[in-house]
């Protein structure tokens, strides 16, 4: 009986051996697919790009000066009053094809009112501390 017993474990251990080794080659084997499949993923929805396009050449772009504390009397073809900031009057400058320079007077030398005069030529400044002027450049 006991010999029987040896040889029915020494059975049960073969067939008990060799399903062990197809487990391990064929976890090995998904576990190797499965890397390649992460590494070869491909998503659905592909991330949004930027495109690159070129600038328009059409806009004009300029830089223009603020400079504090000066008044460039003369040449004005333009104005208007405005609530109390000299960077609006710089814009309306910017935007402006005809403006070459501008001046902003604030409120109480001229009025209760803050003013912008637009200008076609860039006359020369002097000192005064009423004013912010600017130039086209």
């Known amino acids: 009986m ?5 040889a029915a474990w020494c059975y049960a251990k073969k ?19 499965g890397f ?19 600038i328009s050449t059409t806009i004009p772009r300029y830089a223009v000066t603020a400079e504090f504390g000066r008044d460039r ?3 004005d073809y333009y104005s208007f009053t ?3 900031y000299a960077s609006i009057c ?5 935007n402006d094809t005809g403006c070459i320079a501008y001046t902003y007077v604030r409120p109480g030398p001229q009025g209760p009112s803050a003013v912008c005069y637009l200008k076609s030529v860039a006359p020369g400044s002097n000192p005064n ?7 086209k450049l």
């Open 2 to 6: 006991k010999s029987k017993m040896v």
């Open 15 to 33: 067939i008990f051996v060799f399903p062990r080794n197809i487990i391990f080659f064929g976890l090995a084997l998904l576990l190797i697919l």
């Open 36 to 54: 390649s499949t992460i590494v070869n993923f491909t998503p659905l929805a592909q991330p949004a790009t930027a495109q690159v396009m070129p």
């Open 73 to 75: 009397p003369g040449s």
């Open 82 to 84: 405005i609530s109390a």
């Open 90 to 94: 710089q814009q309306a400058c910017i």
């Open 129 to 135: 501390d009423c004013c912010v002027s600017g130039v």
